[in-house]
């Protein structure tokens, strides 16, 4: 990220592009023809196909790069993109999202609305949330849109967000069977679920004063853990929490928003943007732990990147540095 700077962000958005444009094969493939699609997942070559343990049972996880077709596209018909969890790929087709409002001014031009169509198709409750929120403020913060136009159109899009909330099954039901079945999580399989996780990494932290401020690392050695679960988690930012302590935790959202604030401000778009993106990273993180992955520490520094080698469009300079800021004020 430090060499390709702000290119950084198109590069993304391509690669989340043309990697949607594949997944919609393969979604249209298995509502056109299940047993097809799944006749295709099992030809794919062994070297390709990754072998876990769940609960005693071997599961196998087909992924040759391009699409993963794991048991959520099989079984249940959800996009994973080329992720392992649909999550994951809703979470970083947002991401696009929100590099395209940076450095496009829109979430609905031609790219934009195929990362929209691939967010749908993920079935994530949480990237619906996250990504229902990311639209809200983007129609709530427009200039081009009349303060009349933005209440109707704020009690228009809570309206359709209830109704989705309470008659879709990924979003209502299945967080209130997460909030019944959270004492079950916790006794059989140690967090199995994101809310049994967020619990017991919060009573973690609880046991001894030194754990809330430095955590008690990330090995399973150290965790709250029941012997079918081997401490499996799956909260990212109570995990961040109880590996690191609320020193670090404070320190990593800090500098996330600082990264998301310096990208505002060269883009020149409302700064309370970078508070939306960061509750919006943060959402994403509850459903899974991968706040610890090199993509998201490279977007901590970003914001030092911005400041370092990019000047505000408004006070261009002469010399070397100023095709930066024409090359960027442009878009």
């Not at 962000?9 to 799944?38: H, W």
């Not at 196998?60 to 249940?76: C, E, G, L």
């Not at 136009?149 to 209502?172: E, H, N, R």
């Not at 079950?184 to 754990?211: C, F, N, V, W």
């Amino acid at each position: 990220m430090y060499y390709v700077k702000l290119d950084f962000l198109e590069i993304y958005i391509r690669i989340l592009y043309y990697f949607s444009l594949i997944s919609f094969v393969f979604f249209a493939l298995y509502y056109a023809d299940k047993s097809l699609a799944k006749s295709f997942s099992l030809s794919i070559p062994e070297p390709f196909v990754k072998k876990v343990m769940v609960y005693g049972s071997e599961v196998k996880q087909p992924n040759p790069v391009f699409y993963n077709f794991d048991t959520n596209y099989i079984d249940f018909g959800r996009n994973n993109g080329p992720f392992w969890e649909p999550t994951v790929f809703a979470t970083m087709l947002i991401i696009a999202q929100i590099f395209n409002l940076l450095s496009n001014k829109t979430l609905f031009n031609r790219k934009g609305i195929v990362f929209s169509v691939a967010i749908l198709t993920t079935l994530s409750t949480t990237g619906f949330l996250a990504y229902f929120l990311l639209i809200a403020f983007y129609f709530l913060l427009s200039d081009k849109i009349k303060l009349f136009a933005k209440l109707v159109l704020s009690i228009g899009v809570l309206i359709v967000g209830i109704y989705s909330y309470t008659s879709l099954p990924f979003l209502g039901e299945k967080i209130q069977n997460e909030i019944e079945k959270a004492d079950y999580e916790m006794d059989k399989y140690g967090g199995d679920s994101r809310l049994a996780s967020a619990m017991l990494d919060i009573k973690e932290t609880q046991e001894k004063p030194i754990y809330f401020i430095l955590g008690r690392g990330s090995s399973s050695n150290t965790r709250v853990a029941s012997p079918e679960s081997d401490g499996l988690r799956n909260c990212g930012d109570t995990a961040l929490l109880a590996e690191w302590g609320i020193l670090y935790a404070v320190l990593f959202i800090s500098l996330l928003f600082y990264s998301f604030l310096e990208l505002t401000r060269f883009f020149r778009i409302s700064w309370i943007f970078s508070i939306v993106f960061t509750l919006i990273i943060l959402i994403c993180s509850f459903s899974e732990v991968y706040l610890d992955l090199p993509f998201f520490y490279s977007l901590l520094f970003f914001g030092f990147i911005v400041k370092r080698f990019y000047i505000p469009a408004s006070e261009p300079e002469s010399g070397a540095e100023s095709w930066l800021v024409n090359r960027w004020s442009r878009k």
